[in-house]
């Protein structure tokens, strides 16, 4: 299944997009690990999926975060971060012990 979407280079132009790298785990990986023993940190969405769990750590003060987009010349890309920073966190997928990581 992931082989036939890198044939012919389809999965890497998809890739380009905003929010690639999710949609791809959602279509391509998930469907497979769903079912298995797996856990994921997740501080938007973690009641969305089995075995999601808060970050153990806050998120660094310039707000880029794992799977952040950089240009070509490895400069962080802001309007994605801007996104993160328009909206607050859930309650529940912040650390019990640090309600106050309204960003992860």
């Known amino acids: 299944m992931i082989f036939s ?3 012919g280079g389809v999965l890497y132009k998809s890739m380009s997009k ?4 999710t949609s791809f785990l959602l279509k391509e990986i998930w469907p ?12 938007y969405h973690c ?5 999601t769990f808060p970050w ?4 660094d003060k310039n ?3 794992f799977g952040q987009v950089f240009d070509a010349n490895n400069e ?9 920073l328009n909206v607050s966190n859930p309650i529940k997928c912040r650390p019990k012990e640090h309600p ?5």
């Open 47 to 51: 009641k969305r999926f089995l075995n």
């Open 76 to 84: 962080p890309i802001y309007r994605h971060i801007k996104k993160i």
């Open 100 to 104: 106050d990581w309204i960003h992860g």
């Open 5 to 7: 979407a890198l044939k």
């Open 32 to 43: 497979t690990v769903k079912d298995e023993d797996q856990m994921s940190h997740d501080a």
């Open 18 to 21: 905003y929010g690639a790298d």
């Open 63 to 65: 707000y880029q975060h």
């Open 56 to 59: 153990p750590t806050q998120r």
